[in-house]
């Protein structure tokens, strides 16, 4: 937890990346990897038919709630709780161990968070902007919470073999069938953009700060961000001139 504080933000700085030349380099590793193994893949898959790819999806999403639940506890939020808990069991009854979703046909959606939100709830700065070899754009905050949340989850108290033989390659598979879904975003942003790291960065801190606001504002916090520029054009470009 210490790590999210210990690089600050210059005064007035849309985002903190001081390590941005280290950054740029696993960013191009990044778009190797997505340009020669990631994307061929992906798009193979996005060809199968929905009816094979679904339940991968879905049987990845249900084995996440747990942890989820978890966060919500950790963020006193009850709605995190009690829908992902209810989902929980819908999908893993009536859904046949969570391979199919009817929770949602019910109106059940689910209540997405981490422990990143987690320690935003806490008070815990963003830190600074990290890119990381495969699983891409973060920050010191939310890359804590990736380990965290590994921890955090009570399959791997309960049942560790169910941790490591189905979730970790459930949550693989579901990532690359999302990539093969939503290729032309991907692709507008890594291989359309002017400056793909760039574009990157932006768009994942505003969508995290999006996010951790709610966050916070759902917990009867202040969600501001101390690193916003309260002036600032959110959709701005930050190497326009």
Request: proline fraction near 8%.
């Amino acid at each position: 937890m210490a790590l999210t504080a210990c690089t600050q933000a210059p005064p007035g700085a849309a985002f903190n990346d001081p390590h941005e030349a280290r950054n740029r380099r696993v960013h191009d590793f990044n778009v190797s990897f997505d340009r020669k193994v990631l994307r061929p893949v992906a798009m193979t898959i996005a060809k199968a038919p929905p009816a094979l790819t679904d339940p991968v999806v879905a049987f990845s999403h249900n084995l996440a709630l747990p942890g989820m639940v978890v966060n919500g506890v950790l963020q006193g939020n009850a709605g995190i709780v009690v829908t992902n808990t209810v989902r929980f069991v819908l999908n893993s009854t009536l859904g046949i161990g969570g391979l199919f979703d009817p929770a949602s046909a019910v109106g059940l959606n689910e209540r997405t968070t981490d422990f990143g939100e987690t320690l935003a709830v806490w008070g815990f700065p963003e830190g600074a902007y990290s890119e990381t070899p495969i699983l891409g754009p973060s920050t010191q905050r939310d890359s804590v919470g990736t380990v965290v949340d590994l921890l955090l989850d009570p399959f791997n108290f309960t049942r560790p073999a169910l941790s490591w033989r189905l979730q970790l390659p459930s949550s693989a598979a579901a990532l690359v069938i999302q990539r093969g879904r939503f290729s032309e975003t991907f692709d507008s942003v890594l291989y359309d953009s002017a400056d793909s790291y760039a574009q990157t960065r932006l768009m994942y801190l505003q969508n995290r700060r999006f996010t951790a606001g709610n966050a916070t504002s759902a917990s009867g916090q202040d969600a501001a961000d101390p690193y916003a520029d309260p002036y600032a054009d959110p959709y701005a470009d930050p190497y326009a001139n």
